[in-house]
């Protein structure tokens, strides 16, 4: 069911007994694009304090030329989901872990905390407001929800702002791989993502703005992903430009690279979790070199946006390696994983206590 092309009208599927109407949307027919829904989260910093924040009919930011965010880049993001589950709830997953890393974020940048509580609230209230636009079991679509906050304060000197504003949107997005998950190819990238004791640790808008280049080469060259390397010896994995890398060895070990520079993906952890405590598979957070990655048998890349998408060739300069698991279809370890998370996140497998917060 639910495939893409197949026009299936929400109206069919959902919003009877509820209460709640859903929108009229093809949901399966859904990319990752902005699609603006009704009610959005805001909230000001002023006098060195945040109001109580509201939700806002207005999708528009009016801000002085000379704000912080557009001078210096003072921003920071998140990014979750919001998704119905088989008994028809509606749920986050893990919203706390976004919440503390946005903590971590607005830390580094001078930016003042918005607290990891008054966050999770903020983003179920927005979730909430949103029902109609939260797709329904088995359409593959789910709800994305992008929290962020930018210096709304205007600085010329280089200093951070004194005022700032903290917002959450919501879009409907399409199921991410249409037609089932087809591994990609990914090339080990020249250019560099994160500076040790640099910025590749937060969320920060600057991280993506600088990879744009090199991943608009990757494309050109006809690559699916940029593997970036440590930036100080070049012969450590890292990760991509917005995913986290998962390997598996051939005796079945998922192994994870560690690194101060790489964004600790919440998927990427919850996989990690799941790995050891659901499949009772050994796991490895450890630096691992580029040489050693003709060794293992799986590879793929962690992200809120797709769970997992299994890498099928990695070219490092024109060496090619193919992973054994090939490039029709995720391997089995990876598939497990996949299929596990995705359970819990659908409510179809009992979740770790506090990894699923309810909003209905
Ligand atoms: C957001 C992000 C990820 C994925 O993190 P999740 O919490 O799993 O969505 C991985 N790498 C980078 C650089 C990111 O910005």
């Given at each position: 069911m639910a495939r893409s092309g197949v026009c299936r009208r929400s109206r069919d599927l959902e919003g009877v007994g509820t209460g709640m109407e859903k929108k009229e949307i093809d949901w399966s027919g859904l990319g990752f694009e902005y699609v603006q829904t009704d009610k959005r989260f805001v909230a000001n910093y002023r006098n060195g304090a945040w109001d109580e924040g509201a939700l806002s009919g207005d999708a528009n930011v009016v801000i002085n030329e000379c704000a912080g965010v557009l001078q210096y880049s003072q921003s920071c993001f998140e990014g979750l989901k919001a998704y119905t589950t088989e008994d028809g709830r509606i749920v986050t997953f893990r919203p706390d872990m976004n919440g503390q890393r946005m903590e971590d974020s607005c830390k580094r940048l001078e930016m003042p905390v918005f607290p990891k509580e008054k966050f999770v609230e903020a983003v179920l209230q927005t979730v909430k407001a949103n029902e109609a636009y939260v797709p329904p079991y088995g359409s593959g679509a789910t709800l994305y929800i992008r929290p962020y906050m930018f210096a709304s304060g205007s600085v010329i000197g280089v200093k951070p702002a004194s005022e700032y504003q903290f917002r959450i949107f919501t879009t409907p997005v399409g199921p991410?791989?249409?037609?089932g998950a087809k591994p990609i190819t990914i090339r080990v990238c020249d250019y560099d993502r994160a500076a040790p004791n640099g910025t590749g640790h937060i969320k920060a808008g600057l991280n993506y703005a600088m990879s744009l280049y090199a991943i608009v080469d990757a494309h050109k060259q006809g690559y699916d992903e940029n593997m970036y390397l440590d930036a100080a010896t070049r012969t450590k994995v890292e990760e991509t430009g917005g995913a986290n890398f998962l390997f598996i060895t051939k005796d079945n070990k998922v192994v994870t690279p560690k690194s101060?520079?790489?964004?600790?993906?919440i998927t990427r952890r919850s996989l990690m979790y799941v790995a050891k405590e659901y499949l009772g598979l050994e796991t490895e957070e450890r630096e691992v070199y580029?040489?050693?990655?003709?060794?293992?048998a799986e590879c793929g890349l962690c992200g809120t946006a797709a769970v997992i998408s299994p890498v099928g060739k990695i070219v490092d300069h024109g060496k090619e390696i193919c992973l054994p698991s090939g490039m029709e279809a995720m391997g089995p370890v990876t598939q497990k994983l996949y299929d596990t998370l995705t359970g819990i996140q659908m409510g179809r497998i009992k979740a770790p206590e506090g990894w699923i917060q309810e909003i209905r």
């Open positions: 991410y791989f249409k037609g101060g520079s790489i964004l600790p993906s580029k040489e050693e990655l003709t060794e293992f």
